[in-house]
T-cell receptor, first 109, second 114 residues
Framework: GQNIDQPTEMTATEGAIVQINCTYQ??????LFWYQQHAGEAPTFLSYNVLDGLEEKGRFSSFLSRSKGYSYLLLKELQMKDSASYLCAVREGDYKLSFGAGTTVTVRA | IAGITQAPTSQILAAGRRMTLRCTQDMRHNAMYWYRQDLGLGLRLIHY???????GKGEVPDGYSVSRANTDDFPLTLASAVPSQTSVYFCASSASAGDTGELFFGEGSRLTVL
């Protein structure tokens, strides 16, 4: 199994940048995922890292360091619609995905 | 529109009753999963299936059972519901191991056990 830790809540201003950190311990790492979940909705896929480094996708970027068991999700040019929970998830083996408790991001005008 | 369909969307159930949550996907994904989501605890894996005919236990399997008779369907059964099983249940699927393996989620089933 794995322990996945991420902050519970973060608040930022519209137009700003927020970085959500995630640390994990796992015995069979095979990829790290970030998902976005708006209140009352299903999670949706944001990013995937399996090798060390930065993956950029528009306003969102995700970084992975396997040796440190560390990842972050960077949200740039924050918009009100980015207010949501962000879930860090680690895959162990081919299929099994375990999630952290999620970070609730509130974007203020 | 391709995706995952869960039913029911919401259900109130008396303790001790049997309940089956249904999940159907039309993406021909090999793997399917059931998660429960509780405030402060995030998504926790209940059971999973790598392919039709096989199932495995996740993090919190007690009180739940699943079956995978075919590729598309993955029902979750609560044999005798208890109040601690009040939660939002998400079904998900993913393609083969060669893909990134991202999960596609259904819209969730909100279950209240009284």
């Amino acid at each position: 199994g794995q322990n996945i830790d991420q902050p519970t809540e973060m608040t930022a201003t519209e137009g700003a940048i927020v970085q959500i950190n995630c640390t994990y311990q796992t015995s069979g790492f095979n990829g790290l995922f970030w998902y976005q979940q708006h209140a009352g909705e299903a999670p949706t896929f944001l990013s995937y890292n399996v090798l060390d480094g930065l993956e950029e996708k528009g306003r969102f970027s995700s970084f992975l360091s396997r040796s440190k068991g560390y990842s972050y999700l960077l949200l740039k040019e924050l918009q009100m619609k980015d207010s949501a929970s962000y879930l860090c998830a680690v895959r162990e083996g081919d299929y099994k995905l375990s999630f952290g408790a999620g970070t609730t991001v509130t974007v203020r005008a | 529109i391709a995706g995952i369909t869960q039913a029911p969307t919401s259900q109130i159930l008396a303790a001790g009753r049997r309940m089956t949550l249904r999940c159907t996907q039309d993406m021909r994904h090999n793997a399917m999963y059931w998660y429960r989501q509780d405030l402060g605890l995030g998504l926790r894996l209940i059971h999973y299936s790598n392919t039709a005919g096989t199932t495995g236990k996740g993090e919190v399997p007690d009180g739940y059972s699943v079956s995978r008779a075919n590729t598309d369907d993955f029902p979750l059964t609560l044999a005798s519901a208890v109040p601690s099983q009040t939660s939002v249940y998400f079904c998900a699927s993913s393609a083969s191991a060669g893909d990134t393996g991202e999960l596609f989620f259904g819209e969730g089933s909100r279950l209240t056990v009284l």
